[in-house]
């Protein structure tokens, strides 16, 4: 390839910190996304009653999810993929080449393919919301880390104001969200049959939900968050606090206090919602959504801390390469545990749509995670790229659609 003509990062340039922190979000985001492959109900990590059993060993499950892992990992992604904006753009400057084009063209196809993804395969779909705050954050991208934070906790203010002022008639914000929130039980089994029938039957119910989270969803919620973290990643790329780079006192300050204020918020969230019998007006309007929402981040900031003393002491041990390897091929494993979960869940594979415990859930996640660390170094040590990253870096990187070169071994 021309000298002159923008690349893609070879595998040897790459930040193994990141690739780490990367990995452990990726896996981290099945633990609640498995709840929304395998049970009706648009809101059902809001309002565990509305479907499914929610006692002893399925309310420690929902329990241990909400408290570990709601809200928490996508803090971590989100953030992430702020700093490789910054550093996509870092690398093409230091080359004498514009990072303007590359980067929207890049965002352009990570949109296309999210909507892909959302109306062919999954309503839950993460990658247009990141595309869209992508073309946004990028002019935030050579402001001061601390005014990025400002900026960031501005944004992520947003659906938290919302949230909790939005509603000025209490009354009908409920009844907004009501039938999503306890749909009868007519509507369930409409779900149910959609899911559990073909590809082409589950389009009624993908389709629809798909529409209400690029609107809704998007609008009050996701592209702020989004956005928000975006620049708080930015900020913790340029203080060296994402890559491995601060001491490892600094770290373990972040686990200390990300934890113990995180993990007690999030615990009397899941708490005072079940004592409230997740109540619309307190768990989506009102303070039961607020002490998640919050304390997410607080625990997302210690578990980063955490990875980044683990990265620096070795504490991983083998298994860094591993998650390193997982997240090279983040998109790739994003996508394939749609692929998994749809094959498991929806008609066209098992149509185990609606039947599989909280519990049993967990026992997926596990064994999806093991088989995704296993193969993403053996596919590594034979192809540069993941086939979901070779596309989307050959759709950007390659003018005229000349083929990318995605052979060799990694580092």
């Known amino acids: 390839m021309n000298a002159a003509q923008p690349s893609p990062v070879a595998p040897g340039q790459r930040i193994v910190a990141l690739d780490v922190l990367r990995g452990f979000a990726l896996l981290g985001i099945l633990v609640m996304n498995i709840q929304l492959f395998a049970m009706p109900v648009q809101f059902i990590t809001f309002n565990p009653l509305a479907y ?27 953030p992430l993929f702020g700093a490789s904006i910054l550093l996509l753009a870092e690398r093409l400057e230091a080359r004498g080449q514009s990072a303007r084009g590359i980067h929207y063209r890049r965002n352009v196809w990570l949109l296309l393919f999210g909507l892909a993804h959302g109306f062919l395969l999954w309503n839950g779909d993460i990658l247009v919301p990141y595309a869209l705050a992508g073309f946004v954050v990028f002019r935030f991208r050579n402001m001061r880390p601390r005014r990025l934070v400002i900026l960031g906790l501005v944004l992520l203010l947003v659906p938290a104001a919302l949230t909790l002022l939005g509603p000025l008639s209490p009354e009908d914000a409920v009844a907004a969200v009501r039938s999503d929130w306890s749909p009868s039980a007519s509507k369930i089994n409409e779900e149910l049959a959609a899911y559990r029938g073909g590809w082409l039957e589950q389009m009624s119910a993908r389709v629809p939900g798909e529409i209400e989270g690029l609107t809704g969803g998007l609008l009050f919620w996701a592209f702020w968050r989004a956005a928000g973290l975006m620049l708080l990643g930015m900020a913790g790329y340029k203080w060296g606090v994402l890559t491995a780079q601060r001491s490892g006192r600094f770290y373990a300050g972040m686990v200390l206090i990300g934890l113990s204020i995180g993990l007690p918020l999030a615990t009397l969230s899941a708490w005072t919602n079940y004592a409230n019998g997740f109540a619309p007006t307190y768990s989506l309007f009102g303070v039961g959504f607020q002490l998640n929402y919050w304390g997410s981040i607080f625990v997302s900031s210690g578990y980063i801390g955490l990875v980044m003393l683990a990265t620096q002491r070795g504490w991983f041990g083998r298994i860094e390469g591993r998650l390193a390897a997982v997240g090279r091929t983040a998109l790739t494993n994003y996508l394939l545990h749609t692929v998994i979960c749809t094959t498991i869940f929806y008609g066209h594979g098992l149509g185990l749509y609606g039947s599989v415990e909280r519990w049993h859930q967990v026992l997926i996640v596990v064994g999806i995670g093991v088989v995704q660390l296993a193969v993403a170094p053996l596919w590594l040590a034979r192809f540069r790229f993941g086939p979901c990253e070779w596309l989307w870096r050959a759709l950007t990187y390659a003018p005229g659609w000349r083929v990318l070169a995605w052979r060799g071994q990694g580092p």
Do not use: C, Y
């Not at 929610?54 to 992604?77: C, E, P, R, Y």
């Open 52 to 78: 499914g059993d929610l006692t002893g060993i399925n309310l420690a499950v929902w329990s241990l999810s909400h408290i570990f892992a709601d809200q928490k990992f996508m803090t971590i992604f989100s």
